[in-house]
Structure formats: structure tokens, C-alpha cells
């Protein structure tokens, strides 16, 4: 019988090999969390970020990532400066500003960390029987929800659990108005009037931040593998049932033959037949550590120029040139007018609100008066 010509062009096309893998998770979509505001659906407050946890996957950015990490606690030192206190008011209000011994100092601080991790900051404000300020807390912002209209303020340490948080522990408070009466309320700043809850200023950099955590993250894994160079292994014993059976194979195998500790190791490997024996094929892999490098600088960059700020302000050298008096100088004295003065007088500016009048004085930070001041 004759071949069908169909038949016979099927028979001289190439054989399309398919590699089964278990699933690979997407990213930016599984980690990357956004600043998504979501209203309505009977919810008394707008969730920050899909699950209730930007502020939190913030956080993790920063503990995680060197460069971010520095910057904010360099932007942090330079608006406390070279100290802060309360002037005109009388009373305690020098010494203390609560119960629990907070200076206006530590609640600056507190005040500008929120600023620079968040984009805004909140306190917590107590008045007395006649109705005057009695004490200023900080809150965090973690911990703050607030509804459409920032009226209502909802205080919670579990918002981050996926936004199934106890009721019965939130707390709600009005929003601090001077002629109010309520014995607790909150002082909210968030210069963005497009959005509920602020945005930092390093939010256009967020990317870059997460490209220099994953640069971190291959050089910890190069080192726990042992740098051995990557391989495909076969098992050519036919499918598994399902992806799990796949994953517990594959964390096995990982467990016993990677690491610092197998370089040199045997690997053994029992078959019933020649033909169904366990293959290893080495990769010819391109050697990514000049790319890494290179996103690696690109990342840090990309932070700096998000705050406006120059390397050389947080102690790290700009490649080509050493580090100066007259270098650092120059670039504090535009850093100081862009960045540092507003955020200082945002925090000023919430005092003066708060007792109808100018009270707060911060020191504008040197390097020869951080030097003589007492640790």
C-alpha cells in the first residue's frame, strides 16, 4: 500500500522534544507587592496594598536591601541633626512629651523614619481635662488604617496578617482637630492629596531595590551551591503523578548533592537497565557575574537618584574619585535644601498645628557638632 504523502511529510519533520518541569512561580507577581488602595466591599477602611501589607513588605525591602537601608538611616540622622527639643510651651514638655519618658528627640526621630520608610507619619494626641495637649505618642504606620475621607483611624499590630485581623482588637480613633474635645486623636500627615495613604519617595525605585536583593540572593546561592557549575539530571524512569511528587524529588536531590559541603561528593545511582539509567548533561552556562555586577551598580544608582541624594553623603565614594570635606560640602548643601529642610519642616509644621504655635527646634545637623555631641 502505497504512503500517503501526508504520512510522509509528517515522518521528514523534525521531533519536537518537550521538557516536563514542575511549576516556576512568576516574580514580580508572587513578591513585588504594590500600593494598591482598595475601598468599599463593606470595609470600614482602605486596605494599603493587596493584602493589608505594603507597609510591611516595605519594611522587608529595607531590612533586605544594604543600599536602601543605609540611605534611610542617613536621611533619618541628617533631619534629626545635631539634636531637637521644645521650646515656649512650659511645663514638662522640655523634658518629656508622654509618660513613658519620650523626648521630643525620640519622637522626631521616630516621626522622620516613618517619612522617609512610608512617605508620611502619625501621632497619637492626649489632651487633659481641660481640653489642652497633655502627651504625643508616635504611631506606626504599619499599625494605622484610615477610611476614604481620613476621618477614622483604625489601629491594629495584625493588619499584616493578610488583613484577617481581630476585631475586637482594633483600635478607632477620630482625626485630631483643635477645637475637638476627644480625649485620644491622630494627627495624620500624608502630603499626597491623590491617594489615602502616602507614597515614599523612593517608590519609582522600587524595582531597582528588588533587582539588588535578587543579586544578593544568586551570590548567597552560588556560595551554598558550592559554585559547582549547573546540570540537568534525567530521571528516565517515566512521569511523576503530579507537580508535588516532582517538588519532593527535586528538594531530595537538592538536599543531599548541593551545598559547600559536597564539592568532590560521589553520587550514585541504581537502575534496572542500562537504558533506563539516571543521565547527567553538564549546561554550558555563560558566566553572569560581570551582568550581575553591572545590575548591581545600576540598582544603587537608580536608589540614589530616587532620594536625590549623592553616595558620597552616606559615606561611599563615587567611583573614579575619593571622598573630601569639600566633595561632601557641596553635595549636603543641595541635599539639605531638597530633601532635609522640607521633611523638617513637615515635622515642624505638625507641631506648630498641634500648639498654634512655633515650638520645635531642631539643630541642622554638622559633621563637627555630631562629633562633640555625648553619646
Not at 520608610?117 to 504625643?136: D, H, P, S
Not at 540598582?299 to 561632601?328: D, V
Amino acid at each position: 500500500m502505497k504512503e500517503s504523502s501526508n504520512t510522509s511529510n509528517m515522518n521528514s519533520m523534525p521531533r519536537v522534544t518537550c521538557v516536563q518541569m514542575a511549576a516556576i512561580n512568576r516574580y514580580i507577581e508572587d513578591n513585588v507587592i504594590l500600593p494598591t488602595e482598595i475601598k468599599g466591599n463593606g470595609r470600614r477602611f482602605v486596605w494599603w496594598g493587596r493584602n493589608n501589607d505594603y507597609p510591611s513588605y516595605l519594611l522587608a525591602l529595607r531590612s533586605e536591601v544594604t543600599t536602601l537601608s543605609a540611605v534611610m538611616e542617613g536621611c533619618v540622622d541628617y533631619c534629626v541633626g545635631n539634636g531637637v527639643r521644645i521650646e515656649g510651651l512650659g511645663g514638662e514638655w522640655e523634658i518629656k512629651v508622654n509618660r513613658y519618658g519620650h523626648t521630643a528627640e525620640d519622637i522626631v526621630r521616630r516621626m522622620a523614619d516613618d517619612l522617609v520608610m512610608f512617605g508620611g507619619f502619625a501621632l497619637q494626641v492626649v489632651r487633659n481635662e481641660v481640653g489642652g495637649i497633655a502627651e504625643l505618642y508616635h504611631i506606626d504606620m504599619r499599625h494605622l488604617r484610615t477610611d476614604e475621607d481620613r476621618e477614622t483611624f483604625f489601629y491594629s499590630e495584625d493588619f499584616s496578617e493578610r488583613g484577617r485581623y481581630r476585631v475586637s482588637k482594633t483600635l478607632v480613633y477620630p482625626r485630631y482637630i483643635p477645637s475637638g474635645t476627644s480625649a485620644s486623636s491622630v494627627y495624620y500627615y500624608n502630603p499626597d492629596f491623590r491617594q489615602v495613604y502616602p507614597s515614599p519617595m523612593y517608590n519609582a525605585a522600587i524595582k531597582a531595590c528588588e533587582i539588588e536583593r535578587c543579586t544578593d540572593d544568586f551570590h548567597l546561592t552560588g556560595i551554598l551551591n558550592g559554585f559547582v557549575a549547573p546540570y540537568l539530571v534525567n530521571f528516565n524512569n517515566g512521569q511523576p503523578a503530579d507537580d508535588e511528587v516532582k517538588e519532593e524529588i527535586e528538594k531530595m536531590f537538592s538536599e543531599k548533592f548541593t551545598g559547600p559541603q559536597n564539592a568532590g561528593r560521589v553520587m550514585f545511582s541504581w537502575n534496572d537497565t542500562r537504558e533506563s539509567a539516571t543521565t547527567i548533561d553538564k549546561l554550558e552556562v555563560e558566566d553572569f557575574g560581570d551582568k550581575y555586577q553591572s545590575l548591581a551598580k545600576h540598582s544603587r544608582q537608580q536608589i540614589f537618584t530616587a532620594f536625590r541624594a549623592n553616595p558620597n553623603l552616606f559615606g561611599i565614594p563615587t567611583e573614579g574619585s575619593g571622598f573630601s570635606s569639600e566633595e561632601y560640602e557641596s553635595a549636603f548643601k543641595l541635599f539639605n535644601r531638597t530633601v532635609i529642610r522640607p521633611m523638617q519642616k513637615s515635622i515642624s509644621n505638625a507641631f506648630a498645628y498641634l500648639f498654634g504655635q512655633d515650638c520645635l527646634v531642631i539643630e541642622p545637623f554638622t559633621l563637627d557638632g555630631n562629633e562633640k555631641r555625648e553619646v
